[in-house]
């Protein structure tokens, strides 16, 4: 559902991603992960065309965002990790500008929406303007919002970020539930660890622009011996904070030896 294959970005003399090639199959649920800085989020806005590779090939859905960017668009919701609503419209007016610009039937627009504001808890405030909401309600919109037209493949950058434990497990049941039992693809970039280990099927890490470390969650902590995935990401990218320039020449070295034996 998702081909990525020696994906170059480079802005100016700065290379954001570096040769990164991945798969992600129809149906699963693929986890991005990676230090401040390391090219997730890069990697995402040329996925969904927002950005052009410098060079390399991407393909989803069957479609090549390049040359196809609007077949794209229809296959993919998508939760940013900036803010993408409208605050002067309400959260109803949110979803139904969404809905007309993806198709959907104002018959199952209205159905949807109401399905889905009642599943964020949202269903009662539809008619606030969403200046008026929290920080965690806003995020419950843009998720839900990415979910009304019923996409094939799912994008999710930091979705969860700002939302408590309950909500956050509410949130990811859904996702899991839409991926088993209707085949939605999804790929979603996270600092929470637990929420990787929980829900991926498989993980890719990045670091400075390059995947280091690739496999399902066990597969990672195996092979790193430790006994959370949190532990076996830090081994992998180092103890070192990160800016967003991402990590040093000789944290890459370390990695790629650990990654040899």
């Not at 040769?19 to 990697?43: E, H, M, Q, R, Y």
């Not at 496999?215 to 195996?222: D, F, I, Q, R, V």
């Amino acid at each position: 559902m998702i081909e990525v294959r020696d994906l170059v970005k480079d802005f100016g003399g700065f290379r954001a991603v570096d040769g990164v090639s991945f798969f992600v199959a129809p149906g699963k649920i693929f986890g991005l992960l990676g230090p401040n800085g390391a090219g997730k989020t890069t990697t995402i806005k040329m996925l969904t065309t927002a950005l052009d590779p410098s060079s390399g090939s991407i393909s989803v859905g069957g479609h090549d965002p390049r040359g196809e960017p609007d077949q794209v668009r229809r296959a993919f919701g998508i939760v940013f990790q900036d803010p993408s609503l409208d605050e002067d419209l309400t959260a109803t007016e949110n979803m139904e500008f969404h809905g007309v610009l993806y198709g959907v039937s104002q018959p199952m627009r209205r159905e949807r929406i109401k399905s889905l504001l009642r599943f964020v808890g949202l269903w009662e405030r539809r008619d606030a303007f969403v200046r008026q909401y929290s920080g965690g309600m806003k995020r419950r919109l843009e998720i839900a919002r990415a979910l009304l037209h019923s996409p094939k493949i799912l994008f999710l950058d930091e979705p969860t970020l700002g939302l408590d434990p309950q909500t956050r497990n509410h949130i990811w049941g859904y996702v899991r539930d839409q991926s088993r039992e209707n085949g939605m693809t999804v790929l979603f970039t996270t600092h929470y660890m637990e929420e990787a280990d929980k829900n991926a099927d498989e993980l890719a890490v990045i670091d400075h622009g390059r995947l280091i470390a690739q496999g399902a969650p066990a597969s990672l902590k195996a092979r790193t011996r430790k006994a959370s995935l949190e532990e076996a990401f830090i081994a992998i990218t180092g103890h070192s904070v990160r800016d967003e320039e991402g990590t040093s020449v000789d944290q890459m070295r370390m990695t790629r030896r650990l990654w040899r034996r």
